[in-house]
């Protein structure tokens, strides 16, 4: 059976745990350049933020484009 991990509707106890890793995407704004980067999320970070920072491959301006919450997987195989 699927088992879904969708628990935005209902908060679950995770006070105890340590905040998941984070990760922001950021993408060139040139539609001919498919330059990406998935880098640590930093605070203030959010999506369609313009960065101070250029593309390595074409030089144009940066964007963030997806922040991305890595949920932790339980350490049970399944059998
Ligand atoms: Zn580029």
Request: charged share 25%.
């Amino acid at each position: 059976m699927g088992f879904t991990f969708l628990t935005a509707n209902r908060p679950i106890n995770t006070s105890r745990l340590p905040p998941p890793p984070t990760f922001t995407e950021v993408r060139c704004d040139s539609k001919n350049c498919d330059f990406k980067e998935i880098r640590n999320f930093e605070r203030g970070d959010y999506i369609l933020k313009a960065l101070n920072i250029h593309c390595p491959k074409c030089g144009s301006g940066l964007t963030i484009h997806g922040i991305y919450t890595i949920k932790e997987e339980k350490d049970q195989a399944p059998s």
